[in-house]
């Protein structure tokens, strides 16, 4: 069963950027590639640190502190350290409000 929730306007995240969400105390980094809004759960799979800090490159959000890259779209794992992905939720637009689906 589906659970949208409302986490930022589109306008909070400008395309090329992350940003940072609490969503019921799941923290989600939201990822702007060329438009397209998805949502990863915001904790590296290689240590708990916050994916939020890292910065996209292309397609990729890659982790500020040991290298690892995550495609934005799936949570994979595509570059070392990290050798297991990092969940992602359903991301729909609606009126210029961005809603994830937490199920
Ligand atoms: S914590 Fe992300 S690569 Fe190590």
Not at 37 to 58: I, K, M, N, R, T
Not at 78 to 86: F, N, T
């Amino acid at each position: 069963m589906s659970n949208w929730v409302r986490v930022a306007a589109v306008t909070d995240c400008d395309v090329g950027t992350l940003k940072a969400v609490m969503v019921e105390n799941t923290p989600i980094v939201l990822a702007n590639v060329d438009g397209d809004v998805f949502a990863l759960q915001d904790e590296c799979s290689h240590e708990e640190y916050p994916l939020s800090d890292g910065e996209l490159e292309g397609e990729d959000l890659v982790c500020i502190y040991h290298g690892a890259r995550f495609e934005c779209a799936t949570g994979r794992n595509k570059g070392l350290p990290a050798i297991r992905p990092v969940k992602s939720f359903t991301v729909e637009v609606r009126a210029d409000e961005i809603y994830i689906d937490l199920s």
